[in-house]
């Protein structure tokens, strides 16, 4: 899946004495953007890294009107993204059982809906 994006996207990369946090941003639309792939290394996480990372890039990009998130339908990624000023948008029904040729996981959880959700300025 990251080779449907990963040319035409801007990656980011958050850097403090070392690697802490990357990801990579899609334009999708005049003044929409698409935050794709964010992660944060596991000693760094749950320290403001991700969110700090996903500030700079909402302000980045000053035509942002409306940034989209997509992810799995799971407690902790959905509460992470809301803490960083998205609310929910819609759904993919069954997207990760329909474009991956194995089960995903996160957390012990099965994703099968992409759950997108939105900031907006």
Do not use: W
């Not at 334009?27 to 794709?36: M, P, R, S």
Request: hydrophobic content about 35%; aromatic content about 14%.
């Amino acid at each position: 899946m990251i080779d449907k994006y990963l040319e035409r996207g801007e990656m980011f990369i958050l850097d403090e004495d070392g690697v802490k946090a990357e990801c990579v941003v899609t334009k999708e639309a005049d003044g929409v953007y698409e935050l794709k792939n964010i992660a944060v290394k596991p000693d760094y996480q749950r320290k403001g890294y991700g969110r700090s990372l996903i500030d700079f890039v909402f302000s980045y990009y000053p035509d942002c009107n409306v940034m989209f998130v997509g992810t799995g339908d799971t407690p902790s990624s959905l509460t992470f993204y809301k803490r960083c000023g998205f609310q929910e948008s819609h759904r993919v029904k069954n997207f990760f059982t329909d474009n991956y040729d194995h089960l995903m996981f996160e957390n012990g959880i099965q994703l099968v809906d992409m759950v997108y959700l939105k900031r907006e300025r």
